[in-house]
């Protein structure tokens, strides 16, 4: 699944709403090792959703948390880079959509 796919398989646009503010985010790093290979390389996708934690009668913070997330650290060689971070994103996003579909079942 692409990544652009996801709102039409996950969440109705119908029931977006300029307020919400959930997001998927997908953050990928790969550090650079100098001229040894291979690549060591870090995915994690998380939903990221505002919740508020209740620190008295009269305060109560919002705050952007992961809700949900998966995350794997790896190697690959340079040629191998590319492909395999988008397959692995790909992946997580897959994990995403079937997580969210069970808990939220279409009518």
């Known amino acids: 699944m692409l990544l652009r796919e996801i709102r039409a398989f996950v969440v109705p646009v119908e029931t977006i709403t300029p307020d919400a503010d959930a997001y998927l985010y997908v953050h990928v790093t790969v550090a650079d090792p100098g ?30 948390c992961p809700t949900w997330s998966v995350n ?32 939220n079942p279409r009518g």
């Open 35 to 64: 001229a040894s290979l291979p690549l060591p390389y870090v995915v994690d996708v998380s939903l990221m959703q505002e919740v508020t934690l209740p620190r008295g009668v009269k305060t109560r913070t919002p705050l952007q």
């Open 72 to 103: 794997r650290l790896g190697l690959a060689t340079s040629t191998r880079l590319r492909a395999l971070l988008s397959d692995r994103v790909n992946e997580f996003v897959d994990q995403f959509v079937a997580a969210y579909r069970s808990v």
